[in-house]
Structures are given as C-alpha cells and as structure tokens.
C-alpha cells in the first residue's frame, strides 16, 4: 500500500527543493505557506557556485542576478580581498522562492498560499485559523519562523544572535563600491554581508550579538550610525539605505538538529543553521529538502535521514562558527583580514569546506 503523500511546512528554498523532487518522481506532496504573497526574505540571497548547481539540476531557469566573483574583507582599517573559486550571483530572495514555488506547482505540488501553522501536539498540527492536520510525515521548512511543539532551542541569554536588514537603493556609486564582491565588515561582537542583487539594488544584513545591541537602546539604528563613524567603507555603503528596516531574533547559528521525532524531516533552518557569512544557507536548504525527498522515496525513517543530515552539515557548519568567532573579535578579525590579503588561495579554500556535500 503506497504511502500518504507528504505534507511541507515552508515555502523557502528546503520546502520547495523536497516539492520538486518529489514531484518530478510521480508524489503530490502539499505545501503550506504563511505569505499570501512571497516576500524578499531577511537574508540569504548569495548564491555560490554549488548551489546554482543545484538549483539547475532542480529546473530552475532564468534566475536575473548579479555577478560575484570575489570576497572583500574590512576590519577596522584593515581590507583584503581575494576571488572566489567559482562565480556565484546575488539575487532577492522574492526571486529565488518565486522562481521554487512555481517550479514545485508545475511539477504537481500543491501549493496552498496564507497558512500559519502554529503548533504541533500529539502527531497534529494546528494552524492558525483552528484547523488540525494529520500527516504521516511532515517535511518541516519553516525557516527561521518556529512552531511550538517543534521549536528549536534557543540560545543562551548573552549568546543570543539578531539578524537586522536593510536595503541600499540602486546606484551607479553603490555599484562602483561593492562591484562584483560579496563584502564582509567585521565588528566587535557582530558583522555586517553587502552584495548587490538584480537591478544594482544592495542587499546589506547584520549579525549582532543581542548584548551588543542593547549597548544602543536595543535601538537598530543607533548600532548602524555606530558602525558607520567607526568604518568609513561600511559608511559609504550606508549612504544608499532605504527606509527601514527587518530584524529577526535569536538565531541560534551553530545548531545542528541530530534527532527528531517519528515522520518529522527536519529541512533546512530548522535543520542546521550555519552562520551567515559562509553564504551557504541556500546551500544548505536545497540540499536538506533534496535529501530528505530522496531519503523518503527510498523508505529512510526520518532520524536516519536526520543523523545523515546532521553528519554533512558538520563540517562546514564548525568551520563557519569557527570563523564567526574569530570575525567577532577586533584582534582576531584583523587577523582574518591579514590572512585573506596574503594568503588569498586560503580563502578559497575555506570558500570551499563550508559548502554542503551533497
């Protein structure tokens, strides 16, 4: 007797990846999403190399972005830059999921649009409007986004980390400064990732420390006019913001998901969360969502698809926080600079081992 088809919590880039993979085998899965609308999510619009790899090999066409091909590395007055081992493209994430989304409806997902699932109890999901849900199994890509029941732990008070967004209005000036670099500025307890996206439009995200932030009122903008008298280059860039701004509490980066419960996949961020100056969170979700669809085709349990996720995110993930920890220190983020001015070749490399085999 053939398994119920799945039900995906999560349009992002994990639950569209398991939609499409199994919808090309012959399954009709069922995808919820929260946005009536897709969105340009917080973060997350660097694609490398690997990844627009596999968003080919899922049939994804047409993607409109801008080239990068180098990393760019400011610590207090200290840059260096060195090229990337392979292009890589910068693109909105309003882009990408669109582009997900339609490929999964046409490969026969059910896509069901204004859905907020609030909790799961006792093997059912309730969402917001008070309806329950039964799967057999639950493809959960929810993002950063968490449902009670299934939420991930939270940091420790004094370690929690805040993402903070903005957006820099296209400009022939903004393209001069940034160009084809995916920018790092590292700042006590925090850093800041600049890239440009389709249409010459920045995309710039933080990740503070919660504790740094309070230093300032808990105020985003006092942190940015701090930033900025402190680096005249993170300055510059910010001269093109627009109004506004997206924040996004205790991202516990560094976790690893090595056990769920019966019939639950755990995709993506509510996966592995890796820190986000690797630029493999896409990464990481496309091949979570891949995995597990394949791993459910051919019979896995889910904690055995979990252990095996949780064995290729290791790697790069403890490298990405290793470089976290060291980016977060003025002595030693100067440290990362020097190596990446005279050792360029060891920037690649690293580049490299925080990919996702997959």
């Known amino acids: 007797m053939r398994r119920s088809d799945p039900l995906i919590v999560g349009g992002g880039p994990a639950g569209t990846a398991a939609a499409i993979s199994l919808g090309v085998s012959g399954v009709r899965p069922i995808l919820l999403e929260r946005q009536h609308v897709t969105g340009d999510a917080l973060c997350g619009g660097f694609l490398s190399w ?30 260096a830059e060195a090229r990337l081992p392979h292009q890589a493209l910068g693109v909105s994430r309003q882009q990408l999921d669109s582009l997900l989304l339609a490929r999964a409806e046409a490969v026969g997902a ?53 993402g903070i967004r903005v957006r820099l209005s296209a400009h022939p000036a903004l393209t001069r400064l940034v160009g084809g670099a995916i920018e790092l500025h590292m700042f006590e307890q925090g850093y800041c990732g600049v890239e440009l996206q389709e249409g010459g439009r920045g995309n710039l995200c933080l990740a503070v420390r919660k504790s740094r932030l309070t230093d300032y009122g808990g105020d985003p903008e006092a942190l940015l006019a701090a930033w900025a008298a402190e680096s005249p280059a993170f300055g510059d860039r910010l001269t093109f913001r627009e109004k506004g701004c997206d924040a996004i509490g205790a991202v516990p980066y560094g976790w690893i ?43 896995e349990p889910a904690d055995q698809f979990q252990t095996r996720l949780a064995r290729a995110t290791t790697r790069p993930i403890g490298i990405a926080s290793w470089l976290w920890h060291w980016g977060e220190r003025a002595d030693t983020a100067r440290l990362v600079a020097a190596g990446v001015r005279f050792a360029p070749w060891l920037a690649a490399r690293f580049a490299e081992w925080t990919r996702i085999a997959h």
């Open 110 to 162: 059910g896509i069901e649009r204004g859905v907020t699932v609030r909790e799961w109890r006792n093997g059912m999901l309730e969402t917001a409007d008070g309806t329950r849900l039964s799967p057999e199994t639950l493809f959960l890509a929810n993002g950063k986004h968490d449902i009670r029941g299934l939420a991930r732990p939270r940091p420790e008070a004094g370690t929690q980390s805040l």
């Open 50 to 79: 690997r990844t627009l790899e596999t968003l080919g090999r899922l049939g994804i066409e047409g993607l409109d972005g801008h080239a990068i091909d180098r990393l760019r590395v400011f610590a207090g007055t200290a840059t």
């Open 257 to 299: 998901a090595r056990e769920t419960l019966p019939g639950v996949f755990r995709l993506g961020d509510q996966a592995a969360v890796i820190p986000s100056l690797s630029g493999e969170g896409n990464g990481i979700a496309l091949a979570s969502g891949i995995l597990a669809a394949n791993g459910w085709l051919a019979g």
